[in-house]
């Protein structure tokens, strides 16, 4: 939150989200709508928290971080939690000798007026100006440590498909899902929020060859192709990235973008070419907190056609809060 917000214009007629994840016991002073650094917030209609709000899950945290969402103006404030939010996850925080009464009260503490706390499943919202959209939103990520998935809060093995129905799941995956976990078909769904990535977008580690994607997810992502998809989880994989869905690209406008012939490819998913500055250009935009999507940046997105995917991870590779909110317009 210390670094300007950089902005994507989706839509002409607009309602703007506010979108961040990891801030792990991020504080955040406030004074006259400025944040510590003397900058204003955006005006902005929707926050969207994508989980981790904290580092070493405790009751105090959790409120530190209510109190930090609560603190940015919006008509709307949306949250599910992450890995480190262990509190939330009753599962590991009992088996990890939690008591009951610590769980409940941070239930009650992320039942705050103030935030919307989303448990995994669809959810619907209108707001005041009559716009309506749906979100599907998840708490859950692969496990990087193969079968020792209970080291964290809602982690499953990678090996497990809880976004999809049985009949999509491959012969080599275990279908987990239920109704509630898995995500509609398209057009249903306009806002995907899970905690971690798809699969070889924005997620590469620090080692720069590790992509600790979910697959299961981006097959359902492939599926419900919403308007706009936001995680984080993965710091070094923060940024942004337009995707198009391969039958709703013609060979004519993949040849304006630069792209190679896609018929090989095994899912619908086709990334557009983000170009980047180079040099010390480069270095500064980045410590703006500015990434190019494409020539087509202001163009708007077409759903069905197009998925915006955004890692908004606050905390970079390194621990530090270097990365900015990405604001978001979406026509809905």
């Known amino acids: 939150l210390n670094s300007p917000t950089p902005s994507i214009m989706a839509e002409t007629k607009s309602v703007r989200f506010l979108i961040l994840s990891d801030t792990h016991d991020l504080t955040l002073e406030t004074e006259s709508n ?26 105090e945290g959790l409120r530190r971080a209510v109190d930090l969402i609560s603190a940015i103006p919006a008509e709307l404030r949306i949250c599910i939690a992450g890995n480190h939010d262990t509190i939330l996850d009753r599962n590991f925080h009992f088996a990890n000798a ?44 692969p496990s990087q440590y193969g079968p020792q998935y209970g080291l964290h809060a809602f982690q499953h093995s990678s090996g497990e498909d809880r976004y999809n129905p049985s009949t999509v799941t491959p012969t080599y995956a275990k279908n987990t899902s239920n109704p509630t976990s898995t995500i509609p078909d398209f057009p249903a769904i306009d806002i995907v929020m899970t905690h971690g990535p798809p699969k070889y977008i924005l997620d590469s580690t620090t080692d720069g060859r590790t992509s600790a994607g979910c697959e299961h997810l981006r097959r359902a992502i492939c599926r419900a192709r919403p308007r706009l998809h936001c995680f984080g989880h993965i710091h070094s994989g923060y940024g942004a990235q337009r995707v198009a869905w391969k039958d709703s690209v013609s060979s004519t406008e993949l040849e304006e973008l630069g792209i190679d012939d896609q018929s090989s490819q095994d899912d619908d998913m086709i990334l557009i070419p983000r170009p980047e500055p180079e040099g010390l250009m480069k270095n500064s935009d980045r410590r703006r907190g500015y990434v190019k999507l494409s020539h087509s940046t202001r163009e708007a997105l077409v759903h069905g056609k197009q998925t915006l995917m955004v890692n908004a991870a606050i905390i970079d590779s390194e621990s530090q809060t270097h990365n900015a909110p990405w604001l978001v317009e979406l026509d809905l």
């Open 34 to 59: 400025k944040t510590s650094l003397g900058q204003p917030f955006p005006e902005i209609e929707v926050l969207l928290h994508c989980g981790d709000l904290t580092e070493i899950c405790s009751l």
């Open 98 to 141: 939690g008591s009951l009464s610590d769980h409940e009260e941070a239930l009650k503490i992320m039942a705050d007026g103030a935030i919307r706390y989303l448990a995994e499943g669809s959810h619907s919202f209108t707001l005041a100006s009559g716009a309506t959209f749906n979100v599907f939103a998840s708490p859950y990520t």
